[in-house]
């Protein structure tokens, strides 16, 4: 059975600093894809970032980027220079790609940046 | 491009009442998602359509949600009888194969 975890309900961090967003995933397919998603007040979901697991390298975009650890099955957000309209949800979620794409997601992570 | 469409934007209900929910996808995404989010809780798939067939429903409460796209384009979700634990976010969302998901704004359900 493939399962998303997020072990932070919640986190506080002040403007500027780097944040790092935990997420863990179980799955017995050899190839998947790792997503992150932001979910502000206004409750629309957005894309912020993919990972295959045959990509070789961290995937990046902006200021975000993903610490993927295939042998630990960790994939980290890491925020880097948070801002304030960083406040949000964020959703880890995962696709093995023998289901269809069928995609998963974990229970979230709510982040408050502090000015 | 324009973005997935849902509507309505809220809906209030009365329980045992019935409501549906309308989904148009981004153009040209064949798979087409509907998940349930309850408050505080991440998105729970409900029922994944690839073109006008359904993938995954396994999740879907049958006796009493209902789903269909035809044509493969436009999509409805039902809801007969609604119960108060349906109160939620109703998210839909469109994909290119194994591409990340567009959601549209959602509908949010109260039920009374």
């Known amino acids: 059975a493939q399962k998303i975890t997020q072990t932070q309900p919640g986190m506080f961090v002040q403007e500027k600093e780097a944040v790092t967003l935990d997420c863990t995933y179980d799955t017995s397919d050899p190839s998947y894809g790792l997503f992150w998603y932001k979910q502000p007040s206004s409750g629309e979901m957005i894309f912020l970032i993919y990972q295959g697991s045959y990509d070789q390298q961290n995937a990046t975009e902006g200021r975000y980027s993903l610490n993927f650890q295939k042998a630990r099955k960790s994939a980290n957000l890491v925020i880097s220079a948070s801002q304030l309209g960083d406040s949000a949800m964020y959703f880890c979620?995962?696709?093995?790609?023998?289901?269809?794409?069928?995609?998963?997601f974990g229970s979230g992570t709510r982040l408050s940046i502090r000015p | 491009e324009a973005g997935v469409a849902q509507s309505p934007r809220y809906k209030i209900i009365e329980k045992r009442q019935s409501v549906a929910f309308w989904c148009n996808p981004i153009s040209g995404h064949a798979t087409l998602y509907w998940y349930q989010q309850i408050l505080g809780q991440g998105p729970k798939l409900l029922i994944q359509f690839q073109n006008n067939g359904v993938v995954d429903d396994s999740q879907l409460p049958k006796d009493r949600f209902s789903a269909e796209r035809l044509k493969g384009v436009d999509s409805t979700l039902k809801i007969q009888p609604a119960k108060l634990e349906d109160s939620a976010v109703y998210l839909c969302?469109?994909?290119?194969?194994?591409?990340?998901?567009?959601f549209g704004n959602g509908t949010r359900l109260t039920v009374t």
């Open positions: 969302a469109s994909s290119l194969d194994r591409s990340p998901l567009h």
């Open positions: 979620a995962m696709s093995p790609y023998s289901s269809a794409s069928k995609i998963i």
